[in-house]
């Protein structure tokens, strides 16, 4: 949600490119902390970074990472850290997310649109709520959500697209 594009149109978030050398160094970090903890790797996504800890099997070394990426997070004094299901995401510290972000692309797009919007972690949740009575909000897998429907997993997801089509 900090990189916006629709056709030729491109926008990113304006507190990102002052945040860059921050997400470059705590990138350059995670990269090395995850030597702690076997099975761990991280995304780079430009404007943010995502630790995958997934196919880590040792608690105490996914226990180490997670400290000492949040405490190189909290140093940067620009970043936020945003643990999700077995994922650590690393993003510049502002007002945004993709709830917020979803919201621009409607009103770009096509605002009177129907609009469908699904996930399954933690940084959904904010768009989960803000299109609140204004979209099909759809989460995937279990636990609490404000989506206003919920599918068990991508299985789901695929089955209730083709019904979506088929409408």
Known sequence: GFELAVGRWRW????VPSRRAALARALKAAV??????????????????TVHVRAVRNPA????????????????????????????????????????????????????AACVYMGDDVTDEDAFRRLKGKALTVTVGHGPSAASHRVASPAGVRRLLKRLMSS
Not at 32 to 49: H, I, M, N, Y
Not at 93 to 109: F, H, I, M, P, T
């Open 12 to 15: 990113t978030h304006p507190g």
């Open 32 to 49: 090395s902390l995850c030597r702690l903890a076997r099975g761990a790797w991280v995304e780079d996504k430009g404007p943010t970074f």
């Open 61 to 112: 070394g996914e226990a180490a990472l997670a400290r000492r990426l949040a405490a190189a997070v909290r140093r940067s004094g620009r970043l936020a850290l945003v643990p999700g299901k077995r994922v650590y995401e690393v993003r510049p510290r502002v007002d945004w997310d993709k709830g917020r972000a979803v919201e621009r692309l409607r009103r770009l797009l096509a605002p009177g």
